[in-house]
C-alpha cells in the first residue's frame, strides 16, 4: 500500500516570503509527482507536476525531487494570500488503474 | 472548453437508505473518468475508474457501486447507506494516456 506524508501539517508565512513544503512517498514506482491545491469545500486543481530528479520551476512555482530519498518538495515564491490553501502531494501510479495517492495535505495561510 | 459537472451538490440521507450521485463531463470525447472520495479531516482516495462507456473497475471497497452509462456520465451509488459514506465525493476525468486529472466541483454527503 503505497503512502504519503506530507509536512508541516500547517504554515503560516508573512506575504512576501518564500513557502516551503515537504512530501515522502513510500513506492519510487510513480511515474510522476503532481502538486494540488485545494481551496475549501472545491475539487483540488493541479499546479505543478515533476517526473525527473531535480527540479522543475513555472512561475513562481519549484518543486524539487529526488527519487532515491523518494522526497519531493514544493517552494512557493513570493507568496500571496490567495495562495492560502491546502496543497496536496499526489504521486501518480500509471500501471494501477491511473491512480493518484493523495497525502493529506499542508494548510497553507499568507497573512497580509 | 471542457466543463465537468456534478450533482447533488450537497445531500443529506439517512443510514439505510438509497443514493446517487452524477458527474457530467462535457467538452471531451472518451475521457478516462474517475470517483475520489475524502473523508471529513482525511485524505483523497480514488474509488473508480473508467476507461470506456460500461467497464469500471474498483479500486477500494467501500460498500458502493459506480456506473458509465454514457461516455459523458458517471454515476457512483448504494442501496444502502452507512454512517462512514459521509464525506466529499468528487468526480475526476483526464486524457487517455495523460496523468493530470480535472476535478470536478464535488458533493458533500451527511448520512445520519
Known amino acids: 500500500q503505497e503512502k504519503v506524508q506530507q509536512s508541516p501539517e500547517s504554515l503560516i508565512v508573512p506575504e512576501g516570503a518564500m513557502s516551503s513544503l515537504n512530501c515522502t512517498f513510500s513506492?519510487?514506482?510513480?511515474?510522476s509527482i503532481w502538486w494540488y491545491q485545494q481551496h475549501p469545500g472545491k475539487g483540488p486543481e493541479a499546479l505543478i507536476s515533476i517526473f525527473s530528479n531535480g527540479n522543475k520551476k513555472e512561475g513562481r512555482l519549484t518543486v524539487y525531487l529526488n527519487r532515491a530519498s523518494l522526497h519531493v518538495s514544493l517552494h512557493i515564491r513570493d507568496s500571496q494570500p490567495s495562495d492560502s490553501a491546502v496543497y496536496l502531494c499526489?504521486?501518480?501510479?500509471?500501471?494501477?488503474?491511473?491512480?493518484?495517492?493523495f497525502g493529506i495535505g499542508t494548510l497553507l495561510s499568507v497573512k497580509p | 472548453a471542457q466543463t465537468i459537472h456534478q450533482w447533488p451538490v450537497a445531500e443529506i440521507k439517512a443510514v439505510g437508505s438509497p443514493l446517487s450521485l452524477g458527474c457530467t463531463i462535457k467538452?471531451?470525447?472518451?475521457?478516462?473518468l474517475y470517483w475520489y472520495w475524502q473523508a471529513t479531516g482525511g485524505t483523497l482516495q480514488q474509488l473508480f475508474y473508467s476507461i470506456t462507456v460500461g467497464q469500471v473497475e474498483s479500486v477500494v471497497q467501500l460498500n458502493l457501486s459506480a456506473s458509465r452509462p454514457k461516455d459523458d456520465q458517471f454515476i457512483l451509488s448504494t442501496e444502502k447507506l452507512l454512517l462512514s459514506h459521509s464525506g466529499f465525493y468528487l468526480c475526476?476525468?483526464?486524457?487517455?494516456?495523460?496523468?493530470?486529472?480535472?476535478f470536478g466541483p464535488g458533493t458533500r454527503l451527511t448520512v445520519l
Open positions: 475526476a476525468w483526464s486524457l487517455q494516456g495523460y496523468a493530470e486529472q480535472f
Open positions: 467538452g471531451k470525447s472518451s475521457p478516462n
Open positions: 513506492n519510487s514506482a510513480s511515474q
Open positions: 499526489a504521486p501518480f501510479y500509471g500501471s494501477s488503474g491511473n491512480k493518484l495517492i
